[in-house]
């Protein structure tokens, strides 16, 4: 997802309320700068500058990317003076310049990229206690906007340099020391049914983007969706099914780029040895675990296996009105509203990988549907298309110029994405070839 600074168009609607926020917002900027700075720590200097994959920017031009973007929106758009000369902001202009470009630029150094951005979180510290009201009623500042979408921008990077360094092979990436993998619980095999009815859509979040907005109702039919994601023995069996070598099962564009790129397996997986599947995590091989959901398949990927399995993908008013349950009331998250913790979903990025089905008890819908929340983001059937009543704010390119059927929508976020950056309203979207997103899916069915 590009995010780039453009004109304001429409505020966002929320519930009237202006809870305190300045220190929220502080935590959640301070948290975020200091998970990018761990992420990257002790990487040699060509190792951050050199582009790893056409798909994804060299390391150090995010740094500067998400500092020359808070400088944009947290000082210069709210009265403080710049810190650059606005025409460094082309440089780091997501929009202007293509993943598979930037290594082209005159990009900052690393040692002068992060002081570049602890320069500027210094200002905002300064200017935000300073000259910033809690109680500002501006659109930008209402409920301190404009300051949760810096530090979920800032998160979505860091999964944006997971990312990257999954892909990156002339070094391995060494992993930290990663919590011990919790004994799951057992899950249903059999699909939930979900009663059908009016679903309230949407969110009402202070930080939600212009694409969660309006909170609005839609008739959903009564389904079946599955009691938690595809795991990778079941994917497994589709693929010793000879599911890559049958076209029946393939969207004809998706068939053609199996064909294309001749794609046997998800991205990441390595071939049997002695008759058990092995695969790459951050240059490390192991086996692969069995009932860890399947990450690192595309949408075609997900759509050829639910028709395999004489299913489908769910659209994302199926997926929203699973997460917010047989509720008037539009919940945070699956669980009601309380924080995301440990208990109830891998997120934040500290396991490296997802974890077992069955994993998170406290975070089971009210109708017993498991890891909606983290683990893999979740393809959906939609297209990435705007709400009724949709409007562009504060600027058209982080959602607007993407509407279309170019891209499908994934929901739920993924191990590597904040809690902050993840609710059941949240959509994010890709095109659906690609594979090195930390994205999975779960299936449906009629009811």
């Known amino acids: 997802m590009s995010r780039t ?57 995010d740094v500067a990317h998400v500092a020359n973007y808070e400088e944009q929106w947290l000082l210069r758009a709210l009265g403080a003076p710049a810190l650059t000369d606005p025409a460094f902001d082309t440089i780091y202009d997501a929009f202007r310049h293509p993943r598979s470009t930037r290594s082209t630029l005159p990009l900052l150094p ?28 501006t659109p930008l500042l209402a409920g301190g906007y404009v300051f949760g979408m810096v530090a979920q921008h800032e998160q979505q990077h860091a999964e944006t340099l997971a990312a990257t360094l999954q892909l990156m092979t002339e070094v391995e990436y060494r992993l930290p020391p990663v919590p011990a993998r919790p004994a799951p619980a057992p899950v249903s095999r059999h699909p939930v ?48 099914d000879g599911g890559y070598a049958e076209p029946r099962w393939w969207h004809p564009k998706g068939w053609d780029f199996v064909r294309a790129e001749a794609l046997a397996h998800p991205q990441f997986w390595l071939p049997q040895q002695a008759g058990r599947w092995l695969r790459r995590r951050f240059g490390q091989v192991e086996p692969l675990p069995p009932d860890d959901p399947v990450q690192h398949v595309c949408w075609y990927e997900a759509d050829a296996y639910a028709r395999w399995a004489g299913k489908r993908l769910p659209t994302e008013s199926e997926w929203e009105r699973a997460a917010h349950g047989a509720c008037d009331v539009a919940r945070e998250h699956p669980w009601g509203d309380a924080p995301p913790t440990a208990a109830h979903a891998n997120l934040g990025g500290d396991t ?28 959906t059937a939609s297209d990435f298309q705007p709400y009724a009543g949709f409007g562009a704010f504060p600027y058209r390119e982080y959602s607007e110029v993407f509407f279309g059927e170019d891209y499908k ?18 959509r994010n979207w890709d095109y659906p070839i690609r594979r090195q997103i930390f994205a999975g899916f779960r299936c449906a069915s009629e009811a």
């Open 193 to 240: 049914l979900i009663s059908g009815g009016v679903a309230r859509l949407g969110s009402t979040h202070p930080w939600a983007f212009d694409n969660e907005r309006p909170v609005h109702t839609r008739e959903v039919r009564p389904f079946l969706l599955d009691a938690h994601p595809v795991t990778n023995g079941e994917y497994q069996a589709f693929i010793e």
């Open 409 to 426: 929508v994934l929901r739920g976020g993924a191990w590597a994405s904040a809690p902050v950056a993840v609710r059941n309203g949240f």
């Open 110 to 137: 690393p040692e002068s990229a992060f002081a570049y951005a602890a320069r500027v979180r210094e200002a905002v510290r300064a200017h935000l206690s300073e000259h910033v009201p809690e109680d500002g009623d």
């Open 5 to 61: 600074m453009g004109r304001s168009t429409t505020a966002p609607t929320g519930d009237g309320t202006r809870p305190a926020w300045k220190a929220r917002a502080w935590a959640q900027l301070e948290a975020a700068r200091a998970r990018v700075l761990r992420m990257l720590a002790g990487l040699p200097e060509r190792v951050l500058m050199n582009q790893h994959s056409p798909l994804m920017s060299p390391l150090i031009w």
């Open 352 to 379: 490296w990988g997802p974890l077992p089905v069955g994993s998170h008890p406290e975070g089971v819908s009210a109708e017993g549907v498991w890891g909606l929340l983290g683990d893999v983001w979740e393809w």
